[in-house]
């Protein structure tokens, strides 16, 4: 394709309006054609600054001649619905995380695009972090030799919640901790997750009957690898975003949540300008996964991180829930490969 892909976003909150202005401005070879929310004026407001129309429905967008692929940015309990209508649409598809609110959804979805023939990815943004994407090529060059331990964290800024009852139940292992887990099952190639032992509590909101606000998890791999994941929803000093994988050979450790290299020395110390949305660190990473959608439609091949990632990191999170609940060892599902 030599003409721009055209572009239909669904849901304009927080991280569709990002996203909108990341394919508008800053994805080259695409065009924000048409912008569709339920909420009354949001759409208009993400899409009259960047030259797109306004939908009324999602079906309007996914009846759109003039679009070719949609990005799902909707509440998560929408994305299995929203993936599936899209597929069936023909159109092609990014879709945020998680895939599915289930691992039977996340079939659902894998089914789905696969039967349509559409390309699909869902946005594990860490890939396309330029750290962590050098860590991988050193991962896979064979530079670390085996790879024996593994960390991958994140912890969102502020002081936790404001409203503890506004948060779905698990959604540090659904929401937050999953970008770890496709993190960890990324840096250790041909290894997937065997049985997890995760725990959680509410430490912003002591006693709060659902509310976990933050967790370890630790992971046993195929390959004898152990992992951890870490998630926190109470970073005072920003949004914090880093990985370490430990071979027999050599050591790699990515992310650090500064803006720059720059460094103050005065009387309160060393100090460094960090950012404080994931908007902010994660802008260059965000604009490569969209560009990676583009170029797949462009080259009529499937994105590098699709259905069976999104399956894989869900089962984890998965697995955590169940460890949580039971208070022990819980087994990661995996995948039954479909036919071709």
């Known amino acids: 394709m030599s003409a721009p892909v055209r572009i239909g976003l669904i ?10 202005a990341v394919v508008a401005r800053r994805v080259h070879g695409a065009s924000l054609v048409a912008v569709a929310d339920p909420r009354p004026g949001a759409a208009a407001e993400v899409a009259g600054p960047l030259d797109a129309r306004t ?33 069936e649409a023909g159109k092609h598809v990014f879709c945020e995380k998680p ?19 559409v390309a ?57 901790l999953i970008h770890d887990f496709d993190t960890l099952n ?21 006693g709060h009957p659902t509310l976990l606000d933050h967790a370890t998890v630790v992971v046993t791999y195929s390959n004898g690898a152990i992992a951890t994941a ?5 970073a005072t000093y920003g949004y914090d975003v880093r990985a370490e994988v430990l071979g027999s050979e050599a050591m790699v450790t990515m992310g650090e949540g500064a803006q720059s290299s720059l460094r103050l020395h005065d009387g309160s110390g060393r100090l460094a300008t960090t950012a404080h949305s994931d908007t902010e660190l994660l802008l260059d990473a965000y ?40 208070g022990g060892r819980a087994a990661v599902a995996t995948a039954v490969p479909q036919e071709a």
């Open 287 to 326: 604009t490569g996964e969209l560009e990676e959608l583009v170029a797949a439609v462009r080259e009529g091949r499937a994105p590098s991180v699709g259905a069976d990632d999104a399956f894989a990191a869900f089962a984890i999170a998965q697995a955590c829930i169940d460890s949580f609940t039971t």
């Open 186 to 206: 990324w840096l250790n190639p041909g290894a997937h997750a065997v049985d997890v032992v995760a725990t959680a509590g509410s430490l912003t909101a002591p």
């Open 55 to 87: 939908e009324t429905s999602v079906e309007a967008v996914l009846r759109a001649d003039d679009v070719d692929a949609v990005v799902v940015a909707a509440s998560s309990v929408a994305h299995r619905d929203l993936v599936v209508a899209a597929a």
């Open 99 to 117: 895939a599915g609110m289930s691992l039977a959804e996340i079939d659902d979805v894998r089914t789905a695009t696969a039967k349509a023939g």
């Open 11 to 20: 849901g304009a909150g927080r991280i569709g309006a990002s996203h909108a």
């Open 120 to 176: 699909f990815q869902v946005g594990f943004n860490r890939r396309f972090a330029r750290e962590f994407a050098a860590a991988h090529e050193a991962i896979v060059a064979g530079r670390l030799g085996d790879v024996r331990q593994l960390r991958s964290l994140t912890r969102d800024p502020g002081r936790g919640p404001s409203d503890p009852d506004g948060v779905p139940p698990w959604t540090i292992f659904t929401q937050t």
């Open 230 to 234: 870490e998630a926190s929803f109470a």
